[in-house]
């Protein structure tokens, strides 16, 4: 335990929440930005609660729950096809490196 009773420190040789969280952001950028999207739906939809008239809270909050989910499930698509063409550019780019080693060793 560290010297200083009110802070809670890590193991060493573990990384802290700020770095696992950037470290995990950085692997897999599209995570952080389906959260802000969801995040910005729910603060817009709470704010559009005030606003709104007669409109029942059960289905304010359905709407706003399948706008989240559509952002979640956005963030995620596009990061599959981010993935799948990157993926797809290295291969390209390995098939065409092999193709051209034996040719340029003759």
């Given at each position: 335990?560290?010297?200083?009773?009110?802070?809670?420190?890590?193991?060493?040789?573990?990384?802290?929440?700020?770095?696992?969280?950037?470290?995990?952001?950085?692997?897999?950028?599209?995570?952080?930005?389906?959260?802000?999207?969801?995040?910005?739906?729910?603060?817009?939809?709470?704010?559009?609660?005030?606003?709104?008239?007669?409109t029942k809270l059960s289905v304010h909050l359905i709407h706003t729950r399948v706008a989240?989910?559509?952002?979640?499930?956005?963030?995620?698509?596009?990061?599959?096809?981010?993935?799948?063409?990157?993926?797809?550019?290295?291969?390209?780019?390995?098939?065409?490196?092999?193709?051209?080693?034996?040719?340029?060793?003759?």
């Amino acid at each position: 335990m560290s010297a200083d009773k009110g802070q809670w420190t890590p193991p060493k040789g573990e990384d802290t929440v700020p770095e696992k969280l950037l470290r995990k952001s950085r692997e897999s950028p599209l995570v952080p930005a389906g959260l802000a999207a969801c995040l910005a739906v729910a603060v817009y939809r709470i704010h559009r609660l005030r606003a709104c008239g007669p409109t029942k809270l059960s289905v304010h909050l359905i709407h706003t729950r399948v706008a989240a989910q559509a952002c979640v499930v956005g963030a995620i698509l596009l990061g599959t096809v981010y993935s799948r063409y990157r993926d797809y550019g290295r291969r390209t780019a390995q098939d065409a490196g092999s193709k051209q080693g034996p040719t340029s060793a003759q």
